[in-house]
């Protein structure tokens, strides 16, 4: 071999990344081209087909029908033989179903928990009740999609101008949706609808709240507000209420719906923030437009934040039941009692005969951006999706929008399908989202803010007005994963302060609340 091939085989040694000394693949760092020479372990392999960045490459040569191993986790059966070098990928990778062993609670380790002297602090905005938002808002719900466009109406008149002077309030929010009848009451549906629109109206980040509805609908206001409890003044939330048939009309009801806000604004602004330990802060955990890397940055260091934000007293939840399918025996081994873990497998139990025949994430089928990212299955899309929960003991298991009462890490049931998932993360109490993604998502969300990580240095200097943070860094050799982590909690913090994030400079947030539909239309 000559010196300048060794240089060239030197060089190319960091083109592949093992994750763990079992795996039978590796990742591609960047794109590799056909007939390309590459190192692993000390040989050379050459490359049986172009691969994309963030793609798998045999390492070895793997017979049909064995397990394709990726963080020493199986995600799935070689569909025929393997040779090495060769693009590993849903063409030759078949997904196959297994049971895992729960093993409840063998992986709880104890918390070492900051003193509360010491915790970190930032600036929040402290509820009469103690609870403490990160943004202040006046909220306008529709009871149905019937009272939509009246409740846009109503929040595009509060304009920049009309609000500068009220500084203290971030702004006036319409949180529309397209249920609220045509469907079966009472129901799941019916309930989940409820809770979540309740979550909203008894949010922190919320000064005010108006609902409005049509007056024929199912989900009739008055009906909404005594059976979730709602009252005026709660936690010091103020609560109007209107009802479009009795107010006179699309036009009467706009005009006495902005009239109700504009009665709020003064007691709105009178907010101030001020120093709140960390404790405080509840972090919707949030990942859309996965890639290959996903799982070896930004989801990873996503973790070891909070990891660092539990330690200090906060609370991280990680939701999108379907992705974490095929490793929920990792999350079932950190629950702090058997009951925590079985209440996790029994939502997995549902979710199976709820998707049953369809072709969804549940059944193994990923998305196009997923596929072209490299992530050929759920079962390792869910590897790396679940990464963001971090190592802290699993404190509990909550329904969609269900409030969430224990801090630490805990679960909220929900679809993967992002608005859906952080609408319910925000119901369920969220007042930060942090959002990974590799492939670049540009959602944004009210009235708990969304920070988003990238997973790769290309796609964050190609989406730089949407992405807060580069977790490619840690891919680049900048840093480390725990290093990534400790600089996501600062961010976090300063965020929670009031620091904008990309996508609320983009005004990003309004359009994006999506309670999840469960029934029939009728």
Partial sequence: MTTATQDTTKDLSRALIRLHARD???????????????????????????????????????????????????????????????????????????????????????????????????????????RVGTRNYIGILSSVNCSATVIRKIAEWFTPERLAGFPNVDGVVAFQHSSGCGMSSPSLHFDVLRR?????????????VLVVGLGCERNQVADLVDSQALRDGEGGTLLRTLVMQETGGTRATIEAGVAAVREMLPRADAAVRQTVPASH???????????????????????????????????AILSETPEIYG?????????????????????????????????????????????QGGLANIFEKSLGSAMKGGTTP??????????????????????????CAVTGQIASG???????????????????????????????????????????????????????????????LRAASGETTRSEALGLGDGEFVPWHLGIVS
């Fill in 24 to 130: 039978n693949i590796v990742i591609a760092r960047a794109p590799l081209a056909l007939g390309q020479n590459v190192e692993v372990d000390g040989r050379v392999l050459r490359l049986r087909a172009q691969v994309p960045a963030g793609h798998k490459v045999a390492a070895e040569a793997i017979a049909a029908g064995t397990p394709v191993r990726k963080y020493d986790t199986v995600i799935g059966l070689a569909a025929r033989a393997i040779a090495p070098g060769e693009h590993v990928h849903a063409h030759n990778l078949r997904f196959v179903e297994f049971e895992r062993e729960p093993a409840f609670c063998t992986d709880v380790r104890p918390v070492d928990y900051v003193p509360e002297h010491a915790r970190a602090t930032f600036q929040g905005i402290v509820r009469a009740d103690g």
């Fill in 196 to 208: 979540t629109l309740a979550g909203y109206a008894r949010h922190p980040n919320l000064a005010g």
């Fill in 281 to 315: 802060i509840k972090v919707g955990l949030e990942c859309g437009g996965s890639d290959g890397f996903s799982g070896i940055t930004a989801n990873p260091a996503l973790g070891a934040a909070m990891d660092i934000l539990v330690r200090h007293g906060g609370t």
């Fill in 327 to 371: 490793v929920e025996h990792m999350l079932t081994r950190r629950a702090v009692t058997p009951e925590v873990g079985q209440k996790l497998l029994d939502r997995i139990a549902w979710w199976k005969e709820y998707t049953r025949g369809h072709n969804g994430q549940f059944n193994g089928v990923v998305g196009p951006g997923n596929q």
């Fill in 394 to 419: 699993l404190q509990g298991v909550y329904e969609y929008a269900e409030p969430i009462d224990r801090a630490g890490f805990v679960f909220m049931d929900s679809p993967g399908y992002d608005p």
């Fill in 430 to 492: 969220a007042n930060m989202i942090l959002f990974t993604t590799g492939r670049g998502s540009m959602f944004g969300s009210k009235p708990a803010p969304t920070l988003k990580l990238s997973s790769n240095t290309p796609m964050f200097e190609r989406l730089r007005d949407d992405m807060d943070i580069n977790c490619g860094r840690v891919l680049d050799g900048e840093l480390t994963v725990q290093q990534m982590g400790e600089e996501i909690f600062a961010h976090l």
